[in-house]
């Protein structure tokens, strides 16, 4: 499923970068926030339209038609699911972009004192998780 490898590409991008080395709880706590949406997306979100898909896909199963019409009326289904998990994607990746960014300028600026790069990767998860409450209702709008 195209969702979870991207939550898993997201996790093993930053994961590489914090965690695993220097278990900073501020970026654990943003990898729970991000785990969470991504749950809160799947239920909220995805589930309902993967529901109506199939609900469509249904109906195109009743058609009176020839073949090729009956297709393309299931691949017409699955388009709007497409867009929105397009859409959720390209922004989460946006997000992912930053978060690795902000990580990238510690390194940076901090590489050889350990204290300073890791109070630096912490004030980016603090400030990310703020930017991730505000990405939330954009995610969650069902305007796809």
């Not at 965690?19 to 991504?38: N, Q, W």
């Not at 589930?47 to 009326?73: F, I, N, T, Y």
């Not at 998860?125 to 954009?138: D, N, S, T, W």
């Amino acid at each position: 499923n195209k969702r979870h490898f991207h939550r898993r590409a997201f996790y093993d991008a930053h994961t590489q970068h914090s965690t695993r080395d220097m278990g900073i709880k501020a970026f654990e706590d943003l990898e729970a926030k991000v785990k969470s949406l991504m749950d809160e997306l799947d239920f909220k979100l995805f589930r309902p339209a993967q529901k109506s898909v199939l609900q469509c896909q249904v109906k195109c199963c009743d058609m009176r038609g020839p073949q090729q019409e009956m297709h393309a009326a299931l691949q017409q289904c699955g388009v709007p699911l497409e867009r929105m998990e397009a859409q959720v994607q390209g922004e989460l990746q946006q997000f992912q972009q930053r978060v690795a960014r902000c990580v990238q300028q510690c390194q940076d600026r901090h590489a050889p004192d350990e204290t300073g790069f890791d109070k630096c990767v912490s004030e980016c998860a603090v400030f990310y998780q703020k930017e991730l409450g505000q990405l939330r209702p954009k995610l969650l709008k069902p305007s796809y």
